[in-house]
């Protein structure tokens, strides 16, 4: 399973926590275990966005998929 796979199987499991407050989350790419992301939904314009991509999504990639450098929103 390449790293990307790992990362959408990851984000599947994410996700019903974003979709529970009106948002949501995409992937965008992955380049040299960076994983881009695109937040949408209410997580787009929402002012606490920086902190759920950090807090919860990169939190949770980095846990599970050692090899992950960093998320960013793109």
């Keep these: 399973m390449t790293v ?3 990362v959408e ?3 599947e499991n994410i996700r019903p ?3 529970a407050d009106g948002g949501d989350v995409e992937l965008v790419d ?3 275990n960076v994983v881009k992301v695109k937040l949408t939904g209410a997580c787009a ?4 966005s920086q902190m759920t991509l950090t807090q ?3 939190r ?5 998929i050692p090899e992950i450098k960093k998320v960013q929103a793109v």
């Design 4 to 6: 990307k796979e790992k």
């Design 9 to 11: 199987q990851e984000l």
């Design 17 to 19: 926590r974003l979709q």
């Design 30 to 32: 992955v380049e040299d």
């Design 45 to 48: 314009g929402c002012p606490m």
């Design 56 to 58: 919860g999504v990169e």
């Design 60 to 64: 949770v990639l980095k846990n599970k």
